[in-house]
């Protein structure tokens, strides 16, 4: 863009006063999520996803997330709820369009011009680690029972001293992974990543296993069997632990070790055993990075989000055996109720208008005031 272009679209920016900061979206590589403010007269929306009722500001947040490469579905839905035209956030009840949203993610670029085109309202970008952390610190803080462990079928909610929240590795699995060190408010840096993550996931289990969507593929994982798949210590070892580095015989050697020797072709392996797998390699990769990355800063709490978690019971046990085994015992993996909502979150506070800083300032003052989730 040159300065020209820079000096037009800065003139084509709204005036501040036209906006209202009533949703906020972000569009990620696989998914895009929104999260939007609705009164409580207002007719409420059945479908959003662990919605967080706010006394203070009567009313209530909504999430609620698309498949990016659906995103018209998104945009329809803002529109069957009225969402571009202000909802029942004008005082006067008049429908106004809404001129600009906040909105994070790659697609935040890349679906400027169809956010203008199709619903008239400008995206105006917020960068998505500062959404992420942001969004990440304000739902600890602020909804009870935001935070859980999950660990052999039981899920234990823990309770967030705000004042002794930091530091933390917030460990982000998205299409990709993101881990950010989290130091305090607004004070974060991202210590490392890497590309084998959600979409990995999602993009190798549709070429393996011809799932019909995300849903089918973790559906048919919780019914697999990993060891038709995965070569063993007990495979190596003709049944036997090896005990002098602490590999008991059921450990996995070897991810997808055990198809080498099978002379099979795809067709002949059950797809749950290799949705099974599949899933077990990438989650226990994850959670050994996301562990050494904790070890090398120090940290003790390890926050998994980003929406390949899907509150997945077999997901979560096995990153938190991979920080446990890694670790000793010494860390602790935990888990967010609103997991691949945090930078959406964040981005929708990022615009101080809708009195949710305040309600956090209230919320430090007294612990009761915490936001339930319906
Ligand atoms: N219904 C679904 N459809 C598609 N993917 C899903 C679904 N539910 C969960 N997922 C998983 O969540 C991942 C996307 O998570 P998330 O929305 O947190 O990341 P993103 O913002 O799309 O990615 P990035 O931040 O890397 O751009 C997918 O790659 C997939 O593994
Ligand atoms: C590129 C982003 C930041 C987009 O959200 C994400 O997908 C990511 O962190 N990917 C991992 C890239 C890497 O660190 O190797």
């Given at each position: 863009?040159?300065?020209?272009d820079?000096?037009?679209?800065?003139?084509?920016?709204?005036n501040?006063?036209e906006?209202?900061?009533h949703?906020?979206?972000?569009?990620?590589?696989?998914?895009t999520?929104?999260?939007?403010?609705t009164?409580?007269?207002?007719?409420?929306d059945?479908?959003?996803e662990?919605g967080v009722?706010?006394?203070?500001?009567?009313g209530r947040?909504?999430?609620k997330?698309?498949?990016?490469?659906?995103?018209?579905?998104?945009?329809?839905?803002?529109?069957?709820?009225?969402?571009?035209?202000?909802?029942?956030?004008?005082q006067d009840?008049l429908?106004?369009?809404?001129?600009?949203?906040?909105?994070?993610?790659?697609g935040?670029?890349k679906?400027?011009?169809?956010?203008?085109?199709r619903?008239?309202?400008?995206?105006?970008?917020?960068?998505?680690m500062?959404?992420?952390?942001?969004?990440?610190?304000?739902?600890?803080?602020?909804?009870?029972?935001e935070?859980?462990?999950?660990?052999?079928d039981q899920k234990?909610?823990?309770?967030?001293?705000?004042?002794d929240l930091?530091?933390y590795?917030?460990?982000?699995i998205?299409s990709?992974?993101g881990?950010?060190?989290?130091d305090?408010?607004g004070?974060?840096?991202?210590?490392?990543?890497?590309?084998?993550?959600?979409g990995?996931?999602?993009?190798?289990?549709?070429?393996?296993t011809?799932?019909e969507?995300f849903?089918?593929l973790?559906?048919?994982s919780?019914?697999?069997?990993?060891?038709?798949?995965?070569m063993?210590?007990?495979?190596?070892?003709g049944?036997m632990?090896?005990?002098?580095?602490g590999?008991?015989?059921?450990?996995?050697a070897?991810s997808?070790?055990k198809?080498?020797?099978?002379?099979?072709?795809l067709?002949?392996?059950?797809?749950?055993d290799?949705?099974?797998s599949l899933?077990r390699?990438?989650?226990?990769?994850?959670?050994?990075?996301?562990y050494?990355?904790?070890l090398?800063?120090?940290?003790?709490?390890?926050?998994?989000?980003?929406?390949f978690?899907?509150?997945?019971?077999?997901t979560?046990?096995?990153?938190s055996?991979?920080?446990?085994?890694?670790s000793?015992?010494?860390?602790k993996?935990?888990?967010?109720?609103?997991?691949?909502?945090?930078g959406?979150?964040?981005?929708?506070?990022?615009?101080?208008?809708?009195?949710?800083?305040e309600?956090?300032v209230?919320?430090?003052?007294?612990?009761?005031?915490?936001?339930?989730?319906?």
């Open positions: 863009m040159d300065l020209r820079a000096e037009a679209e800065r003139n084509m920016e709204p501040h006063s906006c209202i900061y949703m906020a979206v972000d569009i990620g590589g696989s998914l999520k929104l999260v939007y403010f009164k409580n007269n207002d007719h409420s059945d479908e959003s662990a009722s706010c006394p203070v500001l009567k947040l909504n999430f997330k698309f498949e990016t490469s659906k995103i018209y579905d998104c945009l329809e839905f803002i529109k069957s709820m009225k969402l571009h035209l202000g909802g029942s956030q004008q009840g429908e106004r369009q809404i001129t600009a949203i906040k909105a994070t993610g790659g935040a670029y679906y400027a011009d169809l956010f203008k085109e619903l008239g309202i400008s995206l105006k970008k917020e960068d998505e500062d959404c992420l952390v942001a969004g990440a610190d304000f739902l600890l803080k602020v909804v009870r029972q935070a859980f462990t999950y660990m052999d234990q909610f823990v309770q967030i001293d705000q004042n930091h530091p590795l917030l460990v982000n998205g990709g992974v881990m950010y060190k989290v305090g408010d004070k974060f840096e991202r210590v490392s990543g890497t590309s084998i993550g959600g990995t996931f999602w993009g190798l289990g549709k070429l393996l011809k799932c969507s849903d089918d973790l559906e048919q919780s019914r697999g069997n990993n060891r038709a798949i995965d063993l210590v007990g495979d190596i070892y049944g632990d090896y005990s002098k580095i590999l008991s015989s059921t450990i996995i070897s997808f070790g198809v080498i020797s099978d002379n099979k072709d067709e002949d392996y059950k797809p749950e290799i949705a099974r899933l390699m990438i989650s226990n990769n994850i959670g050994q990075i996301a050494l990355n904790a090398l800063f120090g940290l003790k709490r390890i926050f998994f989000a980003g929406f978690i899907r509150s997945h019971p077999f979560m046990d096995t990153l055996a991979a920080v446990d085994f890694w000793k015992g010494e860390a993996a935990m888990f967010l109720k609103h997991e691949g909502f945090l959406a979150m964040g981005a929708f506070m990022s615009s101080d208008k809708h009195g949710l800083q309600l956090l209230k919320q430090q003052q007294n612990p009761n005031n915490m936001l339930c989730c319906d």
